[in-house]
């Protein structure tokens, strides 16, 4: 990676080496560089095949005159400019469109327009500017937090639609004001018909099930869609409208070639009733007239659902009791699980439910269902902040996991008469396991039961390697007055790998300070 251009170093020096460019133009410099760039012609872009151009917003105008200059680029095929916080308005988008145009040789695009003043009203000339790029394969476009409107997301989708050859494609639009024209733009993308891979974040936006179901209605048109992430978090996703959540995960259900699905609910109000709709219009098996079963997403191999911080469960049964009170929103959410369990082909599974007063007949249903999805390796489910006592953890058993993760956090009647026998029992029987880890901050597990499961990670016949990091927790407990000896074998594992375990993400993706296992 060379610096092209950067506050503190000189300027070019007549035309850069090849390869690879990183601009940065945050300095005075980047006017010198401007004019460089538009007087250089063709020899002075031989030979560069990707640039990376980070723009400070004083310098915008200067960049802007340079873009045109980039059609003397014959070799180069990857562009990424970053534009973020620049007060660009849709005439500055138009012209840059223009420029991007011009260079038909691109194959991937990335463009980060965050904190803009942009509405996307004239965005189909972007779109067909863009769509010169016949080569183009991968598009990513960032236009979070800018002020684009509902009415103007047709325009968006049918600028985007003239990218004919893409197979790629990340759309980010947090923070707007888009709902109800959510459906507008999945219809201006039908004639993206060889995409396979889509990322679109509309968080915060006040999305309704209505708006999910508008979309859904055109995922028929990409027949090849491999791989689907939806960030769907903190929007209006509740209410009684069932069906049309349904409707929205029936499309999915039909996308034969689907093989990865990432739907984040996280931050909505969505309850056990929706959950049920939503595992209905999957439909991961369904029967013919005959009674024989079909099963659909029969691609599907991972699968990853964030419903955390909703109202899945009740009142009734808190606590952990599994003698609370039958509920019919227990019934609905044992109706998603068993919906699961028909993913013949799936090898990854997580689900975080957290901050949803789960209780241990939500979680017996979760471990039933898991037992038939006989391929599965690995399973991440985070259950942190309920009401577990862990009665059922023992109904997690698959003898076929080589990666689990668990986070129990904040789960106050999770102690040692159940929950953590339950897991020394659960991870001495993961025969294939090859890493694991344990998240147990905020419950009632004592420091001996805490060892054994970390012990009953260690003695992994698979696992002949192993290594366990001790969170600081663990480490206090020889000051605490605990048989030194029983802490002795493991320390030393501790002393090698604490700068590493200090690096570490959990669940949620915090900086953990949890008691973990990780083997």
């Known amino acids: 990676v060379t610096e092209g251009a950067h506050s503190d170093s000189d300027d070019l020096g007549g035309r850069p080496p090849v390869g690879h460019w990183r601009l940065r133009w945050d300095g005075p410099q980047a006017v010198a560089t ?54 660009l308005l849709d005439e500055h988008l138009t012209k840059l469109g223009e420029a991007i145009g011009d260079c038909a040789w691109l194959t991937s695009l990335d463009l980060n327009f965050r904190k803009n003043e942009i509405t996307c009203a004239d965005f189909v000339r972007f779109g067909e500017a863009i769509g010169r790029c016949t080569a183009l394969a991968t598009l990513k476009l960032n236009f979070e937090d800018n002020q684009i409107k509902a009415k103007h997301l047709g325009a968006l989708g049918d600028g985007l639609g003239c990218c004919k050859h893409l197979t790629k494609l990340q759309l980010l639009l947090g923070k707007n004001e888009i709902a109800g024209g959510l459906g507008d733009l999945a219809a201006g993308l039908k004639d993206c018909a060889l995409l396979e891979q889509l990322d679109l974040n509309c968080t915060g936006n006040e999305l309704s099930e209505e708006h999910l179901a508008s979309f859904g209605s055109e995922l028929r048109n990409w027949s090849r869609l491999t791989t689907l992430f939806a960030d769907f978090s903190d929007n209006s996703i509740s209410g009684e409208k069932f069906a049309q959540l349904r409707d929205f995960s029936k499309m999915m259900g039909n996308c034969a ?82 919906k699961i369990s028909k993913c013949d082909n799936l090898t990854s599974l997580n689900l975080n439910f957290a901050n949803n007063k789960i209780t241990d007949d939500h979680f017996r249903r979760v471990g039933y269902n898991i037992l038939k999805c006989s391929k599965l390796t690995r399973l991440h489910l985070n259950f942190a902040n309920n009401n577990l006592c862990g009665e059922f953890f023992t109904r997690l058993r698959n003898d076929q996991l080589t990666s689990l993760s668990l986070n129990f956090e904040g789960n106050q009647h999770l102690d040692d008469k159940e929950g953590a026998t339950g897991l020394v029992k659960l991870l001495g029987r993961q025969l294939m396991l090859r890493e694991c880890t344990v998240a147990l901050t905020g419950t009632n597990v004592s420091e001996s039961l805490k060892c054994a499961i970390l012990r009953a990670c ?42 590493e375990s200090n690096s570490d993400s959990d669940l949620s993706g915090n900086s953990r300070d949890s008691a973990a296992t990780s083997c």
């Not at 872009?45 to 980039?70: C, M, N, Q």
């Not at 002949?464 to 927790?473: C, F, G, I, S, T």
């Open 257 to 338: 070639t689907l093989q990865c699905l990432r739907l984040d609910f996280q931050g909505n109000q969505i309850t056990a009733e929706h959950l049920r709709a939503f595992g209905r219009g999957m439909k991961f098996e369904h029967f013919r007239s005959d009674g024989r079963r079909i099963a659909l997403c029969t691609q599907l191999q991972v699968l990853d659902l964030n419903f955390e911080g909703n109202q899945i469960a009740t009142e009734a049964g808190a606590a952990g009791s599994r003698k609370g009170k039958k509920n019919r929103g227990l019934e609905m959410f044992w109706s998603f699980c068993r």
């Open 458 to 499: 260690e003695a992994d016949s698979c696992c002949p390697q192993a290594m366990v990091r001790l969170k600081e927790d663990f480490l206090g407990l020889q000051e605490d007055g605990h048989d030194a000896e029983e802490l002795s074998d493991d320390k030393s594992s501790v002393e090698s790998l604490q700068n």
């Open 34 to 87: 401007a004019a460089q760039m538009k007087q250089g012609g063709v020899a002075f872009f031989t030979g560069v095949k990707d640039i990376r151009w980070e723009v400070e917003h004083r310098y915008f105008d200067e960049a802007l005159g340079a873009l045109p200059s980039l059609k003397n680029a014959p070799d180069l095929t990857s562009l990424q400019i970053s534009f973020s916080d620049n007060q």
